[in-house]
């Protein structure tokens, strides 16, 4: 390409998310497409939801991200008995100043890692519906502000597995992509036992950058370009979910701006200041599988039969030129 000085993605940017990449995988073996999803929420600004089976490396992963970044981390584990006090704070009376004052939560922290999300009641769960959506917190008719950058990695085991309550739709919107671990390969497999023979790689970890690098990644991913051919594509993908005979719901506008939020981010991966056709093929089934709903769909399980409705909707929507 000509144009590729001008195509690529500021050389200050690119080092950042190179180390930052770089620093992730050291730990995270045999798992190149999950870490680049996950980092692509980060660095456009969404949040993030794993789910798989437990062991495989969600926990790792999101430790990992969180301690790369030199910046606040806080764990929740989440528990059928945890209260949303527990995450957002409370208000405590002082005796002294004759005044309430709040104890702010976990939540006000730049990562947190919602551990087991699944296992707490909806009313636990909807608590960081405010946080997730709007970077506030509402107690006591008092509006808290939470730092910045701020990002929610949510981990889940499957809907089959027992004591575990089914994430409500207004919740897994608010994920900008839903990612999936997988068993590694056993040449993989390998490698992990043979990391962690003497000790975890993750207590080695350093952070490689900042809170303020990833606010200005962040603000790169606004610079990158959709052209108008790949944004009607982008779009034609996000109706087809609406007019598919196996799902009851397609995706909400919502959806369509995280695609293509996501999107940019996933190009500034690449080194790449424009989005692809293939970015958004790559992101589609992450983005909007967990957002709709399929026909006849009860709440619990049936993800993989919406990742593949979604899959297949990419084979009947014309890709650009």
Do not use: W
């Amino acid at each position: 390409m000509s144009e590729a000085a001008s195509a690529a993605a500021p050389a200050g940017v690119r080092s950042l998310i190179a180390a930052l990449d770089g620093n992730v995988r050291k730990v995270v073996l045999g798992k190149p497409d999950a870490v680049r999803l996950v980092l692509t929420g980060l660095l456009a600004g969404g949040h993030v939801l794993l789910e798989d089976v437990p062991g495989v490396g969600k926990t790792v992963l999101a430790k990992a991200i969180a301690r790369s970044i030199a910046c606040d981390f806080r764990r929740v584990q989440f528990t059928p008995d945890l209260l949303p006090s527990d995450i957002l704070g409370v208000s405590v009376y002082d005796p002294a100043a004759r005044q309430f004052e709040f104890k702010p939560g976990p939540v006000f922290t730049n990562v947190l890692l919602a551990d087991e999300i699944n296992r707490a009641t909806p009313r636990t769960q909807s608590a960081l519906l405010e946080a997730m959506n709007d970077r506030t917190v509402s107690v006591d008719r008092t509006t808290h502000a939470l730092p910045s950058p701020f990002l929610v990695v949510a981990t889940q085991n499957p809907y089959e597995f027992e004591g575990t309550y089914p994430l409500p739709e207004s919740q897994l919107d608010r994920f900008m992509l839903k990612v999936r671990i997988g068993y590694p390969s056993p040449e993989d497999e390998k490698a992990v036992l043979l990391a962690q023979r003497d000790h975890h790689p993750l207590d080695d970890l350093k952070a490689v950058v900042t809170g303020d690098d990833v606010l200005r990644v962040q603000a790169a991913v606004r610079d990158v370009r959709v052209e108008p051919s790949v944004l009607e594509y982008l779009l034609a993908v996000v109706r087809a979910t609406r007019s598919s005979r196996h799902l009851s719901v397609g995706a909400s506008p919502r959806g369509a701006l995280f695609l293509s939020r996501s999107a940019q981010a996933l190009a500034l991966l690449a080194g790449r200041d424009f989005v692809l056709p293939d970015d958004v093929k790559t992101l589609a089934v992450p983005v909007l599988a967990h957002r709709v709903i399929g026909v006849g769909y009860t709440g619990e399980g049936g993800s993989d039969d919406r990742e593949k409705v979604v899959a297949d909707l990419l084979d009947t929507v014309d890709v650009p030129i």
